[in-house]
T-cell receptor, first 116, second 112 residues
Framework: DTEVTQTPKHLVMGMTNKKSLKCEQH?????MYWYKQKAKKPPELMFV???????INESVPSRFSPECPNSSLLNLHLHALQPEDSALYLC???????????????FGPGTRLTVT | ELKVEQNPLFLSMQEGKNYTIYCNYS?????LYWYRQDPGKSLESLFV?????AVKQEGRLMASLDTKARLSTLHITAAVHDLSATYFC????????????FGKGTKLTVNP
C-alpha cells in the first residue's frame, strides 16, 4: 500500500474561519511533509516532520499551524487565511531517511483550498 | 542553496516523435527525482536517481543522471497522447529529512 490520503478534497473558507486539513499514511513512513502549490507553479515546501518532530519550517506564516499527533497522521490547522493562500495543499510521506535509498516521497491527492 | 532549472517549460510534440527534457541543478544534490502531474491532480513519482550515471526506464520514458554536469534528462520515445502532462524534476537535500527543490515544470502536450 503506497497510499497517502488527504481530507477534505475541497475546502472553501472565509478569512475569519478556522479549519484543518488532514493527511494520513499507513506505510510506516517516519517523515511527512506539507507543500503548497499555486496554479501553474511547482510545489513549495512548507513543513517537514521527522519522527513526529517538526524538522523544517520554511518561514511559513503563523496562520498555518502544523501538527503531527502520531507517526501516521499529519494535520494543518488554518486560521485567518488570506485569499492569496488559495492553492492546492499537498501532503507527502517518505521512509526513514537513515535507510539507504528510502528517500522517495509519496504524495497524497491534495486539498484544493479556496479562501473567500 | 540548491536551484533547479528545467527546460523547455513548454513542449508541444507530435505523436511518434522523440524529445528530451533537461534539468540542471546548481549545487551538489544527493539525488534527483522526476514527477508527473496531470491537471488538477497530485504528483506521481516516476523516477528516483541516486548516483552518477544512473539510468532508469519505464515504458516510453527514460531518465538519466550526470552528477558531474549537474544534469538530469528525461527522454521521451515515440510519444503518445497519454503522456501529455506536466513533468517536474526535483533535487533532494538531505538534512534531518528530505527537502525537495522543484524545477518550474515542463508542460508537455502530445498532439495526434
Amino acid at each position: 500500500d503506497t497510499e497517502v490520503t488527504q481530507t477534505p478534497k475541497h475546502l472553501v473558507m472565509g478569512m475569519t474561519n478556522k479549519k484543518s486539513l488532514k493527511c494520513e499514511q499507513h506505510m510506516g513512513h517516519r517523515a511527512m511533509y506539507w507543500y503548497k502549490q499555486k496554479a501553474k507553479k511547482p510545489p513549495e515546501l512548507m513543513f517537514v516532520y521527522s519522527y513526529e518532530k517538526l524538522s523544517i519550517n520554511e518561514s511559513v506564516p503563523s496562520r498555518f499551524s502544523p501538527e503531527c499527533p502520531n507517526s501516521s497522521l499529519l494535520n494543518l490547522h488554518l486560521h485567518a487565511l488570506q485569499p492569496e493562500d488559495s492553492a492546492l495543499y499537498l501532503c507527502a510521506s517518505s521512509q526513514d531517511l537513515r535507510v539507504a535509498g528510502a528517500y522517495e516521497q509519496y504524495f497524497g491527492p491534495g486539498t484544493r483550498l479556496t479562501v473567500t | 542553496e540548491l536551484k533547479v532549472e528545467q527546460n523547455p517549460l513548454f513542449l508541444s510534440m507530435q505523436e511518434g516523435k522523440n524529445y528530451t527534457i533537461y534539468c540542471n541543478y546548481s549545487t551538489t544534490s544527493d539525488r534527483l527525482y522526476w514527477y508527473r502531474q496531470d491537471p488538477g491532480k497530485s504528483l506521481e513519482s516516476l523516477f528516483v536517481l541516486l548516483s552518477n550515471g544512473a539510468v532508469k526506464q519505464e515504458g516510453r520514458l527514460m531518465a538519466s543522471l550526470d552528477t558531474k554536469a549537474r544534469l538530469s534528462t528525461l527522454h521521451i520515445t515515440a510519444a503518445v497522447h497519454d503522456l501529455s502532462a506536466t513533468y517536474f524534476c526535483a533535487g533532494g537535500i538531505q538534512g534531518g529529512s528530505e527537502k525537495l527543490v522543484f524545477g518550474k515544470g515542463t508542460k508537455l502536450t502530445v498532439n495526434p
